[in-house]
């Protein structure tokens, strides 16, 4: 079946948000918006890294979730304000935007993400 941006970023928008509600109870329309980019993202990279291992297709895929939770968290915590989290009070955090904690978590959620996409484009 053939996925275009529309239909990646719906999946991506609407796996997020659930994601987001299942831990934290509770998420944000930013995250939706996020989250489809992200999946948008990572559906292409997973695409053309089809030939790396899984370690380092997670490795590269929880970078590429952090650098969006980073610019997202720019746009809709620091600039308008909308303080979706902050994640000030966890170790390694990068002004209160990422911490290595989720990055761990991002780098994780790329393994079943990883196959996701793997079965959706029937590879």
Not at 1 to 6: A, E, P, Q, T
Not at 69 to 73: A, L, P, R, T
Not at 80 to 85: A, D, H, I, P, S
């Given at each position: 079946?053939?996925?275009?941006?529309?239909k990646?970023?719906?999946?991506g928008?609407?796996g997020?948000?659930?994601?987001?509600?299942?831990?934290?109870?509770?998420t944000?329309?930013?995250?939706?918006?996020?989250?489809?980019l992200?999946f948008i993202a990572?559906y292409k990279?997973f695409?053309r890294?089809k030939?790396l291992?899984?370690k380092?297709?997670?490795l590269?895929?929880?970078?590429?979730i952090?650098?969006f939770?980073?610019?997202?968290?720019c746009?809709?915590?620091?600039l308008?304000?909308?303080?979706?989290?902050d994640?000030s009070?966890y170790?390694?955090?990068?002004?209160g935007?990422i911490?290595?904690f989720y990055s761990?978590l991002w780098?994780?959620?790329?393994?079943?993400v990883?196959?996701i996409?793997?079965?959706?484009?029937?590879d």
């Open positions: 079946m053939f996925f275009d941006n529309k990646l970023f719906l999946i928008g609407a997020y948000g659930l994601l987001e509600v299942l831990w934290r109870g509770k944000h329309w930013s995250m939706i918006i996020t989250g489809g992200c990572l990279f695409k890294a030939e291992p899984l380092i297709k997670c590269i895929g929880g970078g590429i952090t650098g939770e980073f610019f997202s968290g746009i809709f915590n620091k308008l304000k909308f303080g979706v989290w994640y009070d170790r390694l955090n990068f002004k935007q911490c290595a761990c780098t994780a959620l790329c393994i079943p990883s196959l996409c793997k079965k959706m484009r029937r």
